[in-house]
């Protein structure tokens, strides 16, 4: 970069350029914790099961949770909207927040941890078709050919042979797939309503909404429920579940699309059953398989065609501010 007078300056765009990637990998970090965070939900949610119904354990979820996210809103000064935003996060309460809890929950109970972790890599192509259709998000060829290898990378490492499709899972199937649905509009509908306001209030209103609902039809049931004679170990599980795959993973996921895109926080779903395979081999000492390789091969490479129109927007803007 040049002065007026024609000195150049070489360190500030490089600075410039060294953040970017910073905010870039920072990003994808984030990303990858959430995921990180929701991968335990299949077997740790099944395991919690046993002992909770399915929706006292969303009322848990939700009664935990939307306090934490208030607070934070509310300590970084983004707590209280203008009211022509209230049926908008009303909306996205009611879809990321009612729906994806109940529906998930209810919908584990009936079917196994296996068809869980299939259906919900239908989270990524949904939510290319939800933004294409309601014209949110340019669908390049980069980013179909990236959820398509992201997509097909989990299918590979799950198994879909192992599906079940035994006339008792069938409810459960159904409720998991409505609920991927679901979720994938939800993180579309967020990026625009991301660039009004701030992250914290974004998520936290849809839980304030969405928690109305959950606890309006499991309230009974979680007043019903004797949680004092519950055991140490299913407690644990629930800390787990309220803490890591209910409020961290929505902040993180709200943070990162108001960063990125949803079709990238959606592409990452697929990332659950490698993270949940890679935690029961570093508990059991098994070793990585073939299978599980391959997948992760098409993963990233899907990962990397997802996130390179927003590297690319990133370091061009890196670019130009390094020559205002």
Request: overall charge positive.
């Amino acid at each position: 970069m040049q002065d007026s007078g024609g000195t150049i300056h070489p360190d500030r765009s490089s600075s410039i350029d060294e953040s970017g990637r910073q905010g870039l990998f920072v990003l994808h970090l984030a990303l990858l914790a959430a995921q990180a965070s929701f991968s335990g939900l299949h077997v740790v949610g099944k395991m919690v099961l046993e002992d909770v119904p399915p929706l006292a354990l969303a009322c848990l979820r939700v009664l935990f949770a939307t306090p934490v996210l208030l607070i934070i809103a509310a300590r970084r000064g983004a707590m209280w909207p203008d009211l022509r935003w209230l049926p908008t996060l009303a909306l996205l309460g009611f879809l990321g927040v009612f729906l994806n809890q109940v529906l998930f929950i209810v919908g584990l109970s009936y079917t196994t941890a296996t068809n869980a972790a299939i259906l919900m890599t239908s989270v990524p192509a949904f939510a290319v078709g939800v933004a294409a259709l309601l014209g949110l998000e340019r669908i390049g060829p980069y980013r179909l050919v990236g959820v398509i290898l992201a997509i097909c990378g989990a299918l590979v490492i799950l198994d879909p042979r192992r599906f079940s499709l035994d006339e008792g899972s069938l409810i459960g199937n159904l409720l998991i797939l409505i609920n991927g649905l679901s979720f994938a509009t939800f993180l579309v509908l967020q990026r625009p309503i991301l660039r009004q306001l701030p992250w914290q209030t974004v998520i936290a209103g849809a839980f304030l909404f969405g928690s109305l609902g959950v606890v309006a039809v499991g309230g009974g049931t979680l007043a019903r429920t004797s949680l004092s004679t519950l055991s140490s170990s299913t407690w644990m599980g629930i800390l787990f579940i309220l803490i890591f795959p209910t409020a961290l993973s929505y902040l993180i996921n709200s943070w990162a699309i108001q960063r990125s895109s949803a079709l990238l926080a959606a592409a990452y779903t697929t990332l659950q059953p490698l993270l949940t395979a890679l935690l029961s081999r570093i508990l059991l000492s098994e070793l990585l398989t073939w299978r599980q390789a391959i997948g992760f091969a098409l993963i990233a490479s899907g990962l990397w065609c997802v996130s390179w129109r927003a590297g690319r927007q990133a370091r061009s803007l890196a670019s130009n501010a390094g020559r205002t």
